[in-house]
Structure formats: structure tokens, C-alpha cells
């Protein structure tokens, strides 16, 4: 009975920690979608606003102390392919800004549209790797 009960606290954590994750992942992923997007009709959808340090302190609490050692890695990962797409978004708008349209500026396109993707993998994988650890438990 014991066990049973400290498996139930377990997984109850875990899934706490995978729920706070995937909030955040689920705000990269809109700002995936919704920084430069390649297809607009009509006005273009706005970014999402950021966390507030309250609240990612609070996620960053839950998820450091409940989750696996691999979960943690792919969220690493995924944070850094979202954080290479943000340079790209950088260098794309300040190149754009100073020469429209350039061929600089459409590679600096092109180069955030490859970083997107990148970083779309990340957030999937890591994705994938929390719920596979849920249905484990």
C-alpha cells in the first residue's frame, strides 16, 4: 500500500512538472508560428507575450525538481533551438531593415526559416519524451 501511494505521489509531481513544461513549450511554439510567419492573410497574428519571471520561476521550480534527467535535457535543447531561431529573427529584421528585400535579407529569411524547423523538432522531441515517460510510470 505504501508503494502504491509513493508511486501516486510520483507520478502526480511528474505530471505537474510535464504540465509546466508544456506550457512553456506551447508559448515557443506560438512563437514559432507567429514571428515572420511565411504565410500571412490578412493582419499577422502578434507574438506571445512573455512569462512573467513570477511564473517562470514558478515552472522552472516544478520542472527542475520533478522531472527526468532526459526530459530536462530535451527542454535544454529545445530552449537553445528556440533561442538560435530568436538570432535569426535578429539578424533577418536588421538586414530587412536596412536593405529590403536584399538578397542578404531573403537568405536571412531563408536561414530563420531553416532555424524554425530546427527548433519545431526540438519542442516535438521533447514533447514526445515527456509523454512516453508518463505512460511508463
Known amino acids: 500500500m505504501e508503494r502504491l501511494a509513493r508511486a501516486n505521489r510520483h507520478y502526480a509531481s511528474r505530471l ?11 508559448r515557443a511554439q506560438l512563437f514559432l508560428q507567429r514571428t515572420h510567419p511565411t504565410l500571412v492573410v490578412g493582419e499577422p497574428p502578434k ?9 517562470l ?7 527542475n525538481t520533478a522531472a527526468s534527467q532526459e526530459a ?3 527542454l535544454f535543447a529545445a ?22 528585400n536584399s538578397s542578404q535579407a ?3 529569411r ?4 531553416k532555424a524554425r524547423e530546427v527548433a519545431y523538432g ?3 522531441d521533447a514533447q514526445k519524451l515527456m509523454r512516453e515517460e508518463l505512460a511508463a510510470l
Open 16 to 26: 505537474d512538472a510535464y504540465r509546466e513544461a508544456g506550457r512553456q513549450l506551447a
Open 79 to 100: 530552449a537553445e533551438r528556440v533561442q538560435a531561431f530568436q538570432g535569426r529573427v535578429l539578424e533577418f529584421e536588421q538586414l530587412n531593415a536596412q536593405r529590403p
Open 47 to 55: 507574438r506571445p507575450p512573455d512569462f512573467r519571471i513570477e511564473e
Open 110 to 113: 531563408q536561414l530563420m526559416g
Open 72 to 74: 530536462l535535457d530535451a
Open 122 to 124: 526540438a519542442l516535438n
Open 106 to 108: 531573403l537568405e536571412a
Open 57 to 63: 520561476e514558478a515552472m522552472s521550480a516544478t520542472i
